[in-house]
């Protein structure tokens, strides 16, 4: 059985950092995307950055490039979000999430891609 458990959220002031951790079980890596979304009061999840692990790749959406970094601790079994200059506009509940690595078309930001998912994170920065 697939598990992913968010945590790391809190509340901090604009321009300050937060790292989310996802711990995960009931898969491997090696044939999964991790995904880390947010969903902010009145908005729909948006896609906010990935790791897959099989190609050594991570992508991330334009409005956190540069600011937020996804990395990996696959002997933990865990997926980290190191968020640096938060915004206000950053504020949300962030999920993480798993996508099998199917053949074929992906968007990898997209959450309707994504099969499993584990329970939010809320991070709420001042200003």
Do not use: H
Not at 13 to 22: K, N, V, W
Request: aromatic share 12%; with cysteine; charged share 20%.
């Amino acid at each position: 059985e697939v598990q992913l458990q968010a945590s790391g959220g809190g509340l901090v002031q604009a321009g300050g950092s937060l790292r989310l951790s996802c711990s995960a079980s009931g898969f491997t890596f090696d044939d999964y995307t991790l995904g880390w979304f947010r969903q902010a009061p009145g908005k729909e999840r948006e896609g906010v950055s990935c790791i897959i692990k099989s190609e050594g790749k991570t992508l991330y959406a334009d409005s956190v490039k540069g600011r937020f970094t996804i990395s990996a601790d696959y002997a933990k079994n865990t997926v980290y979000l190191q968020m640096n200059s938060l915004k206000p506009e950053d504020t949300a509940v962030y999920y993480c999430a798993a996508r099998y690595n199917k053949p074929g078309p992906r968007r990898l930001l997209s959450r309707t891609e994504y099969e499993y998912w584990g329970q939010g994170t809320l991070v709420t920065v001042s200003s």
